[in-house]
C-alpha cells in the first residue's frame, strides 16, 4: 500500500469572525451530499465538521495539492465563496500536521473553551456520519480511531476537563455578569438542542426556576421542563413571550434569524422599552444582528464569549501544556506507523484484513442483541478492538523486525496477500 496523504482545509472561531463562519456551517442533513460532491472529484476519502466554532474538511489521496484544489472547487460551488475567504480566513495543514490539529481539536485544547467535553462528541458524530456515507477508508478510519485515543489519553492524564466550561455555560455566566443575579429574572430558552439542555442544566443548578421554554417542536420544549427545569410553551406564542421576559438564550437549527427588527420594535412597544438581553449562540445567528442597535435592547452572540473563556484559561494552561507534550508524541508516532504502512504494504494489508472481520462481527453481534445504549457500543467496539490489537500484533512485530524473506512469504500466504490486493486495501473499516 502506498502512503496517502492526509490534508485539511477549515476555519475556525480564531481566523473568521461569525458572519463568515455562519455562511460555511453546514447542517448535519447536508453532509451526506457535500460528501458526495467531494467524492465526485475523485477524492474516496473526506470527513466533514462543522460546529458552531468551526468547519474543517478532512480528506486522504495520493496527491495533497491537487485534493486541496478540488475540495476548494466544491466549496466555492456550494457557498458561492469569495477568493477572500480562502486566503484571509481559512487555514490547510497536512500529515502529520493535519492529524496534530486533529488531535487537538478532539481534545478541545483548540476550542473557543479550552478542554470544553462537547468537541470529542462532535468529532465522533461527524465520523460516524462520514463512515456511514462510505466518504472514509483506511488511513482515514485510521486518523480518526487514533484521534479518539489520544483524547481519551488526555482526559485521563491531565486535568484540562476538570470542572469542565462549554459555551454554554459561558453563556449562562455572561448572563449573570450581566444582572449580577438571575434570582428575579425571567428566561426564555429558544430551542432544544444540545447547548439549549446544558444551559438549563446550569440554570438549574444556579437555583432558578423562572425559565420558559419554546421550541418549533412543542415536545421537544416539554421533554426539557419535564427532565431538567422549565415550562413548556408553543413556539407560536414567541411574540408575547418576548414581550414578558428579561433574558433570552436562543440556540436553534434556523437558518435564517428568528427574531429580526420589525417583530421586536412591536415587542419592544408591548414591552414599553423595558431592557431586554438576548444572548445568541446559534450558528447561524437566531437573532438579526441590527437589533443591537434599538434602545434598550443588548445583544451578546458567540464570540462575545471569547473574553470569558480568557478569564478561566489561565487556570487551564498548565494542563494545556501537558497535553500538548502527549499531543506532540502521539502525532510522532502516528506519523512513523503510517510510514511502515508505506515501507511494508503486508502490514496494511493485515490491519486492514482484521478491522474488516472486527467490523462485520461486531455489526453481527449488536444486530442480535437488538437495541443496546451508546455506553455499550462503545464498550464492544473497545474490547473487540483490543483483542484484534493482541491477536495480529506478534505478526507485525516480526514484519517490523525481522526482513527474512521466507518469513515474508509465509504471512503473505497465511494473511491471502497479492499484490493487487492493494487496489482493496482502502475500504477500511465501514464501523463505528
Same mark, same amino acid.
Given at each position: 500500500?502506498?502512503?496517502?496523504?492526509?490534508?485539511?482545509?477549515?476555519?475556525?472561531?480564531?481566523?473568521?469572525?461569525?458572519?463568515?463562519?455562519?455562511?460555511?456551517?453546514?447542517?448535519?442533513?447536508?453532509?451526506?451530499?457535500?460528501?458526495?460532491?467531494?467524492?465526485?472529484?475523485?477524492?474516496?476519502?473526506?470527513?466533514?465538521?462543522?460546529?458552531?466554532? &468551526?468547519?474543517?474538511?478532512? *480528506? $486522504?489521496? !495520493? #496527491?495533497?495539492?491537487?485534493?486541496?484544489?478540488? =475540495?476548494?472547487?466544491? @466549496?466555492?460551488?456550494?457557498?458561492?465563496?469569495?477568493?477572500?475567504?480562502?486566503? &484571509?480566513?481559512?487555514?490547510? *495543514? $497536512?500529515? !502529520? #500536521?493535519?492529524?496534530?490539529?486533529?488531535?487537538? =481539536?478532539?481534545?478541545? @485544547?483548540?476550542?473557543?473553551?479550552?478542554?470544553?467535553?462537547?468537541?470529542?462528541?462532535?468529532?465522533?458524530?461527524?465520523?460516524?456520519?462520514?463512515?456511514?456515507?462510505?466518504?472514509?477508508?483506511?488511513?482515514?478510519?485510521?486518523?480518526?480511531?487514533?484521534?479518539?485515543?489520544?483524547?481519551?489519553?488526555?482526559?485521563?492524564?491531565?486535568?484540562?476537563?476538570?470542572?469542565?466550561?462549554?459555551?454554554?455555560?459561558?453563556?449562562?455566566?455572561?448572563?449573570?455578569?450581566?444582572?449580577?443575579?438571575?434570582?428575579?429574572?425571567?428566561?426564555?430558552?429558544?430551542?432544544?438542542?444540545?447547548?439549549?439542555?446544558?444551559?438549563?442544566?446550569?440554570?438549574?443548578?444556579?437555583?432558578?426556576?423562572?425559565?420558559?421554554?419554546?421550541?418549533?417542536?412543542?415536545?421537544?420544549?416539554?421533554?426539557?421542563?419535564?427532565?431538567?427545569?422549565?415550562?413548556?410553551?408553543?413556539?407560536?406564542?414567541?411574540?408575547?413571550?418576548?414581550?414578558?421576559?428579561?433574558?433570552?438564550?436562543?440556540?436553534?437549527?434556523?437558518?435564517?434569524?428568528?427574531?429580526?427588527?420589525?417583530?421586536?420594535?412591536?415587542?419592544?412597544?408591548?414591552?414599553?422599552?423595558?431592557?431586554?438581553?438576548?444572548?445568541?449562540?446559534?450558528?447561524?445567528?437566531?437573532?438579526?444582528?441590527?437589533?443591537?442597535?434599538?434602545?434598550?435592547?443588548?445583544?451578546?452572540?458567540?464570540?462575545?464569549?471569547?473574553?470569558?473563556?480568557?478569564?478561566?484559561?489561565?487556570?487551564?494552561?498548565?494542563?494545556?501544556?501537558?497535553?500538548?507534550?502527549?499531543?506532540?508524541?502521539?502525532?510522532?508516532?502516528?506519523?512513523?506507523?503510517?510510514?511502515?504502512?508505506?515501507?511494508?504494504?503486508?502490514?496494511?494489508?493485515?490491519?486492514?484484513?482484521?478491522?474488516?472481520?472486527?467490523?462485520?462481527?461486531?455489526?453481527?453481534?449488536?444486530?442480535?442483541?437488538?437495541?443496546?445504549?451508546?455506553?455499550?457500543?462503545?464498550?464492544?467496539?473497545?474490547?473487540?478492538?483490543?483483542?484484534?490489537?493482541?491477536?495480529?500484533?506478534?505478526?507485525?512485530?516480526?514484519?517490523?523486525?525481522?526482513?527474512?524473506?521466507?518469513?515474508?512469504?509465509?504471512?503473505?500466504?497465511?494473511?491471502?496477500?497479492?499484490?493487487?490486493?492493494?487496489?482493496?486495501?482502502?475500504?477500511?473499516?465501514?464501523?463505528?
Amino acid at each position: 500500500m502506498k502512503r496517502q496523504a492526509i490534508g485539511i482545509l477549515g476555519l475556525n472561531h480564531n481566523t473568521a469572525p461569525l458572519e463568515i463562519r455562519e455562511k460555511l456551517y453546514i447542517k448535519e442533513e447536508s453532509i451526506p451530499d457535500l460528501l458526495q460532491k467531494i467524492r465526485d472529484k475523485g477524492i474516496a476519502e473526506s470527513v466533514i465538521i462543522s460546529t458552531c466554532n &468551526r468547519t474543517e474538511i478532512y *480528506f $486522504s489521496g !495520493e #496527491d495533497r495539492e491537487e485534493m486541496m484544489k478540488k =475540495v476548494h472547487l466544491v @466549496l466555492s460551488e456550494v457557498f458561492t465563496a469569495t477568493e477572500e475567504w480562502f486566503t &484571509r480566513y481559512m487555514y490547510s *495543514f $497536512s500529515d !502529520e #500536521d493535519a492529524f496534530r490539529h486533529l488531535f487537538l =481539536v478532539a481534545s478541545g @485544547l483548540d476550542s473557543m473553551v479550552i478542554g470544553e467535553p462537547e468537541i470529542l462528541g462532535q468529532v465522533k458524530d461527524a465520523y460516524r456520519l462520514a463512515a456511514s456515507a462510505k466518504s472514509t477508508g483506511f488511513f482515514l478510519n485510521k486518523t480518526f480511531h487514533k484521534t479518539f485515543n489520544v483524547a481519551k489519553r488526555i482526559r485521563t492524564e491531565t486535568r484540562i476537563g476538570y470542572n469542565p466550561l462549554s459555551i454554554s455555560s459561558m453563556a449562562v455566566e455572561l448572563a449573570k455578569r450581566i444582572f449580577g443575579t438571575l434570582e428575579e429574572k425571567k428566561i426564555l430558552v429558544i430551542g432544544a438542542g444540545e447547548m439549549c439542555e446544558i444551559a438549563l442544566k446550569y440554570f438549574k443548578k444556579e437555583g432558578l426556576s423562572n425559565i420558559l421554554i419554546t421550541n418549533r417542536t412543542y415536545q421537544k420544549a416539554h421533554r426539557l421542563a419535564d427532565e431538567i427545569i422549565g415550562e413548556a410553551r408553543p413556539f407560536e406564542k414567541l411574540f408575547e413571550l418576548l414581550a414578558e421576559v428579561d433574558v433570552v438564550l436562543a440556540s436553534t437549527g434556523s437558518e435564517k434569524p428568528l427574531i429580526g427588527l420589525e417583530m421586536l420594535h412591536k415587542v419592544m412597544k408591548k414591552r414599553r422599552n423595558r431592557p431586554v438581553f438576548f444572548i445568541d449562540i446559534a450558528v447561524p445567528r437566531d437573532v438579526d444582528p441590527a437589533v443591537n442597535d434599538m434602545d434598550n435592547v443588548y445583544l451578546y452572540d458567540i464570540d462575545d464569549l471569547k473574553e470569558l473563556s480568557q478569564k478561566h484559561l489561565s487556570n487551564r494552561v498548565k494542563e494545556s501544556e501537558k497535553a500538548q507534550v502527549i499531543i506532540d508524541d502521539e502525532a510522532a508516532k502516528f506519523s512513523d506507523w503510517l510510514g511502515k504502512v508505506e515501507v511494508n504494504p503486508l502490514i496494511g494489508h493485515i490491519m486492514s484484513r482484521a478491522e474488516e472481520i472486527r467490523t462485520r462481527e461486531m455489526k453481527r453481534a449488536l444486530g442480535k442483541l437488538g437495541s443496546t445504549d451508546e455506553e455499550t457500543v462503545n464498550n464492544i467496539d473497545a474490547m473487540t478492538r483490543t483483542i484484534m490489537n493482541k491477536l495480529v500484533h506478534p505478526y507485525l512485530a516480526l514484519l517490523k523486525e525481522n526482513g527474512d524473506p521466507a518469513l515474508f512469504d509465509t504471512l503473505k500466504k497465511l494473511f491471502q496477500f497479492e499484490e493487487n490486493d492493494e487496489e482493496d486495501m482502502d475500504s477500511g473499516d465501514e464501523g463505528l
